[in-house]
């Protein structure tokens, strides 16, 4: 079964340092996004960034960035230069294929401070 | 170009009554998805809806619970009978297309309380 690890509840960066927020998957599918989403106290998921499975390459938005290690099963998001409205809930999510639609599976998230 | 939208933001019932969800989905997006959140964990899947089918309801309570997204109009969760575990956010989310490349784009969630 295809599961999504979030294992830091919480987390704290002080503004303008780096933080990298962790996530682990298992699945036996060979073809899959994975996307990292922020949910701020007004409640909206936004976002932040996604990754193929296909690619090598890890992606990277502006200040956000992942380490994608396929081997490992690991997807972490690296937040640079934090900035005080980087503080919410951070969300890994995995998408696959299931009889011939796609379905999202959210860790539980982490939640992000930023000390000023 | 309007995101999701949701309504209500929130919305309060006593146990027994119904309750009413409604989302838009972003202009163009034909795809929509109902999640539940409850405080402090993640997104949990409830059912995948193209217009006028229901794709996926695996994640849907056998009971109680049902979901439409007419022709026209916005998407409906409906929950018969609420029962106090059902306060939770319920966020709908939508997309162009089922493929595996296009994102959700989710809307600001509808908190609903049971009293």
């Known amino acids: 079964a295809q599961t999504v690890t979030q294992s830091q509840p919480e987390m704290s960066v002080q503004e303008a340092e780096t933080v990298t927020l962790s996530c682990t998957y298992d699945t036996s599918e060979s073809d899959y996004y994975l996307f990292w989403y922020k949910q701020p106290p007004s409640r909206q998921m936004i976002l932040v960034i996604r990754q193929e499975a296909y690619k090598q390459q890890n992606a990277t938005e502006n200040r956000f960035s992942v380490n994608f290690q396929k081997a490992a099963k690991s997807f972490s998001l690296k937040i640079s230069d934090s900035q005080l409205g980087d503080a919410a809930m951070y969300f890994c999510a995995y998408r696959f294929s299931t009889s011939g639609t796609y379905k999202y599976i959210f860790g539980t998230g982490t939640r992000l401070k930023v000390l000023a | 170009n309007a995101g999701v939208m949701q309504n209500p933001r929130h919305l309060v019932r006593r146990r027994g009554q119904e309750a009413r969800l409604r989302c838009s989905p972003m202009k163009g997006h034909s795809h929509v998805y109902w999640y539940r959140q409850l405080p402090e964990e993640g997104l949990k899947f409830m059912v995948y809806?193209?217009?006028?089918?229901?794709?996926?309801e695996s994640g849907m309570p056998k009971e109680r619970f049902s979901a439409e997204f007419p022709k026209e109009g916005p998407s409906i969760l409906r929950i018969q009978q609420v029962v106090r575990g059902d306060s939770a956010a319920y966020f709908c989310?939508?997309?162009?297309?089922?493929?595996?490349?296009?994102?959700?784009?989710f809307g600001n969630g509808t908190r609903l309380t049971v009293t």
């Open positions: 809806l193209q217009k006028e089918n229901i794709i996926d």
């Open positions: 989310a939508s997309s162009r297309s089922g493929g595996r490349e296009s994102p959700l784009h």
